[in-house]
Protein backbone atom coordinates (compact mmCIF):
# COMPACT_ATOMS: atom_id res chain seq x y z
CA UNK A 1 0.00 0.00 0.00
CA UNK A 2 1.08 3.66 0.25
CA UNK A 3 0.36 7.07 0.74
CA UNK A 4 -3.25 6.90 -0.70
CA UNK A 5 -4.23 5.16 2.69
CA UNK A 6 -4.37 8.45 4.00
CA UNK A 7 -7.25 9.46 1.78
CA UNK A 8 -9.63 7.30 4.38
CA UNK A 9 -10.12 9.51 7.19
CA UNK A 10 -11.53 8.53 10.88
CA UNK A 11 -15.17 10.44 11.38
CA UNK A 12 -14.31 12.87 14.45
CA UNK A 13 -16.94 14.77 16.61
CA UNK A 14 -15.42 17.98 18.95
CA UNK A 15 -17.42 18.24 21.76
CA UNK A 16 -15.35 20.91 23.95
CA UNK A 17 -18.13 20.25 26.98
CA UNK A 18 -16.57 16.96 27.74
CA UNK A 19 -13.64 15.26 29.18
CA UNK A 20 -12.70 13.86 26.25
CA UNK A 21 -12.87 16.32 23.40
CA UNK A 22 -12.87 14.51 20.48
CA UNK A 23 -15.14 11.44 19.81
CA UNK A 24 -17.08 9.45 17.27
CA UNK A 25 -16.64 6.45 15.25
CA UNK A 26 -16.88 5.53 11.38
CA UNK A 27 -14.66 6.06 8.16
CA UNK A 28 -14.78 8.45 5.55
CA UNK A 29 -12.59 8.97 1.91
CA UNK A 30 -11.33 12.63 0.90
CA UNK A 31 -12.21 12.95 -3.07
CA UNK A 32 -11.25 15.38 -5.75
CA UNK A 33 -11.88 16.47 -9.19
CA UNK A 34 -10.23 19.42 -11.17
CA UNK A 35 -12.67 21.70 -10.27
CA UNK A 36 -13.17 21.03 -5.78
CA UNK A 37 -12.51 18.69 -3.63
CA UNK A 38 -15.41 16.92 -1.53
CA UNK A 39 -15.22 14.76 2.20
CA UNK A 40 -17.87 12.18 1.49
CA UNK A 41 -19.30 9.18 4.20
CA UNK A 42 -22.71 6.91 4.16
CA UNK A 43 -25.02 9.38 5.81
CA UNK A 44 -26.01 6.55 8.56
CA UNK A 45 -22.61 7.19 10.01
CA UNK A 46 -23.82 10.50 11.13
CA UNK A 47 -27.01 9.49 11.81
CA UNK A 48 -26.17 6.38 14.17
CA UNK A 49 -24.10 9.19 16.21
CA UNK A 50 -25.98 11.76 16.27
CA UNK A 51 -23.31 13.84 14.77
CA UNK A 52 -23.61 17.34 13.53
CA UNK A 53 -21.66 18.28 10.79
CA UNK A 54 -20.72 21.22 12.28
CA UNK A 55 -18.92 19.58 14.80
CA UNK A 56 -16.59 17.15 12.39
CA UNK A 57 -13.25 17.28 12.58
CA UNK A 58 -11.46 15.78 9.79
CA UNK A 59 -7.95 15.88 9.24
CA UNK A 60 -5.88 15.94 5.73
CA UNK A 61 -3.99 13.46 6.03
CA UNK A 62 -2.31 11.74 9.36
CA UNK A 63 0.08 14.44 10.33
CA UNK A 64 -2.06 17.10 10.57
CA UNK A 65 -3.98 18.87 13.42
CA UNK A 66 -6.04 21.50 11.94
CA UNK A 67 -9.63 20.33 10.76
CA UNK A 68 -10.64 20.79 7.37
CA UNK A 69 -13.45 23.86 6.95
CA UNK A 70 -16.51 22.81 5.27
CA UNK A 71 -18.71 25.53 2.84
CA UNK A 72 -21.85 22.88 1.12
CA UNK A 73 -23.68 20.03 1.99
CA UNK A 74 -25.05 17.16 -0.56
CA UNK A 75 -26.92 14.22 0.33
CA UNK A 76 -29.14 12.11 -1.52
CA UNK A 77 -32.79 11.58 -1.34
CA UNK A 78 -34.34 8.84 -0.28
CA UNK A 79 -37.40 7.26 -1.24
CA UNK A 80 -39.64 4.38 0.67
CA UNK A 81 -37.96 1.16 -1.58
CA UNK A 82 -35.85 -1.22 0.12
CA UNK A 83 -33.64 -0.99 -2.62
CA UNK A 84 -32.02 2.50 -2.30
CA UNK A 85 -28.66 1.36 -0.24
CA UNK A 86 -26.97 3.31 -2.67
CA UNK A 87 -28.53 7.15 -1.75
CA UNK A 88 -26.67 6.22 1.70
CA UNK A 89 -24.20 8.47 0.62
CA UNK A 90 -23.21 11.68 2.81
CA UNK A 91 -20.70 14.78 0.85
CA UNK A 92 -19.78 17.87 2.13
CA UNK A 93 -17.56 20.21 -0.31
CA UNK A 94 -14.17 21.27 1.06
CA UNK A 95 -13.71 25.39 1.39
CA UNK A 96 -10.54 25.14 -0.29
CA UNK A 97 -9.60 28.65 0.34
CA UNK A 98 -9.59 28.72 3.55
CA UNK A 99 -7.82 25.49 3.83
CA UNK A 100 -5.11 26.97 1.77
CA UNK A 101 -5.05 29.88 4.30
CA UNK A 102 -4.96 27.49 7.47
CA UNK A 103 -4.33 24.69 6.94
CA UNK A 104 -1.09 22.85 8.18
CA UNK A 105 -0.44 19.51 6.02
CA UNK A 106 -0.81 17.94 2.27
CA UNK A 107 -4.51 17.17 1.32
CA UNK A 108 -4.36 13.67 0.06
CA UNK A 109 -7.64 13.10 -1.87
CA UNK A 110 -8.39 10.09 -4.50
CA UNK A 111 -9.00 11.73 -7.97
CA UNK A 112 -11.96 10.93 -9.27
CA UNK A 113 -11.54 12.09 -13.12
CA UNK A 114 -8.43 9.55 -13.13
CA UNK A 115 -8.75 7.28 -10.21
CA UNK A 116 -11.55 5.50 -9.74
CA UNK A 117 -13.30 2.38 -11.65
CA UNK A 118 -17.42 1.32 -11.34
CA UNK A 119 -17.74 -1.68 -9.83
CA UNK A 120 -19.15 -3.21 -12.76
CA UNK A 121 -16.12 -4.05 -14.47
CA UNK A 122 -14.84 -6.30 -11.53
CA UNK A 123 -15.03 -10.02 -11.72
CA UNK A 124 -15.56 -12.57 -9.26
CA UNK A 125 -12.76 -13.49 -7.36
CA UNK A 126 -10.34 -9.99 -7.62
CA UNK A 127 -9.05 -8.85 -4.80
CA UNK A 128 -10.04 -5.63 -3.13
CA UNK A 129 -9.18 -3.78 -0.31
CA UNK A 130 -11.10 -1.99 2.36
CA UNK A 131 -9.35 1.06 4.32
CA UNK A 132 -11.02 1.93 7.22
CA UNK A 133 -11.30 2.81 10.95
CA UNK A 134 -13.04 -0.06 12.85
CA UNK A 135 -14.13 0.95 16.23
CA UNK A 136 -12.73 -2.18 18.18
CA UNK A 137 -9.36 -0.94 17.18
CA UNK A 138 -10.09 2.98 18.59
CA UNK A 139 -8.02 3.04 21.84
CA UNK A 140 -7.97 5.99 24.78
CA UNK A 141 -5.23 7.96 25.45
CA UNK A 142 -6.42 9.15 28.97
CA UNK A 143 -3.44 11.54 29.24
CA UNK A 144 -3.93 13.55 26.45
CA UNK A 145 -7.93 12.96 26.64
CA UNK A 146 -8.40 11.51 23.22
CA UNK A 147 -9.65 9.22 21.02
CA UNK A 148 -6.84 7.03 19.09
CA UNK A 149 -8.58 5.39 15.61
CA UNK A 150 -6.41 2.94 13.94
CA UNK A 151 -6.73 2.54 10.56
CA UNK A 152 -6.85 -0.99 9.06
CA UNK A 153 -6.22 -2.64 5.57
CA UNK A 154 -8.34 -5.82 5.19
CA UNK A 155 -8.33 -7.80 2.19
CA UNK A 156 -11.46 -8.75 0.27
CA UNK A 157 -12.83 -10.76 -2.85
CA UNK A 158 -15.09 -9.54 -4.34
CA UNK A 159 -17.70 -12.09 -5.17
CA UNK A 160 -21.14 -10.21 -6.75
CA UNK A 161 -23.27 -7.21 -7.54
CA UNK A 162 -25.79 -6.80 -4.67
CA UNK A 163 -29.29 -7.41 -4.93
CA UNK A 164 -29.54 -3.80 -4.16
CA UNK A 165 -29.44 -0.99 -7.69
CA UNK A 166 -25.90 0.26 -7.67
CA UNK A 167 -24.36 -1.99 -5.16
CA UNK A 168 -22.12 -4.65 -4.56
CA UNK A 169 -21.14 -7.82 -2.37
CA UNK A 170 -17.45 -8.47 -1.40
CA UNK A 171 -16.09 -11.70 1.10
CA UNK A 172 -13.44 -9.78 3.70
CA UNK A 173 -10.31 -12.64 3.57
CA UNK A 174 -7.80 -11.36 5.89
CA UNK A 175 -5.86 -11.85 8.55
CA UNK A 176 -6.96 -9.06 10.74
CA UNK A 177 -9.29 -10.53 12.71
CA UNK A 178 -12.22 -8.53 14.00
CA UNK A 179 -15.76 -9.40 16.38
CA UNK A 180 -17.86 -6.87 14.47
CA UNK A 181 -17.47 -4.49 11.37
CA UNK A 182 -18.83 -1.37 13.17
CA UNK A 183 -16.55 1.58 12.17
CA UNK A 184 -15.98 0.24 8.71
CA UNK A 185 -19.16 2.20 7.41
CA UNK A 186 -17.64 4.97 4.82
CA UNK A 187 -14.45 3.02 4.17
CA UNK A 188 -13.22 3.21 0.72
CA UNK A 189 -13.19 0.16 -1.49
CA UNK A 190 -9.93 -0.12 -3.83
CA UNK A 191 -9.07 -2.72 -6.33
CA UNK A 192 -5.34 -2.61 -7.53
CA UNK A 193 -4.51 -2.22 -10.73
CA UNK A 194 -1.30 -3.37 -12.92
CA UNK A 195 -0.01 -0.98 -15.20
CA UNK A 196 2.93 -0.48 -16.95
CA UNK A 197 4.82 2.72 -15.88
CA UNK A 198 8.15 3.98 -17.96
CA UNK A 199 8.52 0.04 -18.53
CA UNK A 200 8.05 -1.54 -15.05
CA UNK A 201 5.20 -3.32 -13.99
CA UNK A 202 3.04 -1.05 -10.93
CA UNK A 203 0.32 -1.45 -8.88
CA UNK A 204 -2.78 1.77 -9.76
CA UNK A 205 -4.86 1.93 -6.91
CA UNK A 206 -8.25 2.68 -8.44
CA UNK A 207 -11.21 3.37 -5.90
CA UNK A 208 -14.36 1.09 -6.83
CA UNK A 209 -16.64 2.14 -4.35
CA UNK A 210 -17.85 2.84 -0.51
CA UNK A 211 -18.71 0.34 2.10
CA UNK A 212 -22.33 0.75 3.61
CA UNK A 213 -22.75 -2.14 5.68
CA UNK A 214 -21.18 -6.00 6.62
CA UNK A 215 -21.27 -8.20 9.07
CA UNK A 216 -17.91 -10.29 10.55
CA UNK A 217 -20.32 -13.44 11.46
CA UNK A 218 -20.93 -13.83 7.63
CA UNK A 219 -17.64 -11.77 6.44
CA UNK A 220 -19.77 -10.28 3.90
CA UNK A 221 -19.68 -6.40 3.24
CA UNK A 222 -21.70 -4.35 0.57
CA UNK A 223 -20.68 -1.37 -1.02
CA UNK A 224 -21.95 1.36 -3.62
CA UNK A 225 -19.70 2.21 -6.21
CA UNK A 226 -17.77 4.36 -6.88
CA UNK A 227 -19.05 5.94 -10.03
CA UNK A 228 -22.62 6.61 -7.87
CA UNK A 229 -20.37 8.85 -5.59
CA UNK A 230 -18.85 10.82 -8.63
CA UNK A 231 -22.55 11.03 -10.45
CA UNK A 232 -23.81 12.65 -6.93
CA UNK A 233 -20.63 15.26 -7.30
CA UNK A 234 -21.13 16.30 -10.83
CA UNK A 235 -24.86 16.79 -10.17
CA UNK A 236 -24.01 18.71 -8.04
CA UNK A 237 -21.36 20.80 -9.95
CA UNK A 238 -23.67 21.19 -12.78
CA UNK A 239 -26.24 22.61 -10.39
CA UNK A 240 -23.94 24.88 -8.38
Known amino acids: MGLFEEISRPVIYENKNSEFSYWGKGSSILLSNSHNSYWVTASHVLENMDGSADDLRIFPSDKS ?49 KGIMDADQLKQNDVLWVIGYPAESNSIDYDACKIINTRSVLRA ?6 VSQHCHELNFSTSIKLNDYDGLSGS ?29 SSQIGHFVSANVMSSVINLAEKHA
Open 65 to 113: RISIPFNEKYTVSKGVSDDEDYKDIFILRLDLHEFDNSGDAPLITQDIE
Open 157 to 162: IYNRKS
Open 188 to 216: PVFYMKQIIHEGEEVLLPLLVGMLLRGTA
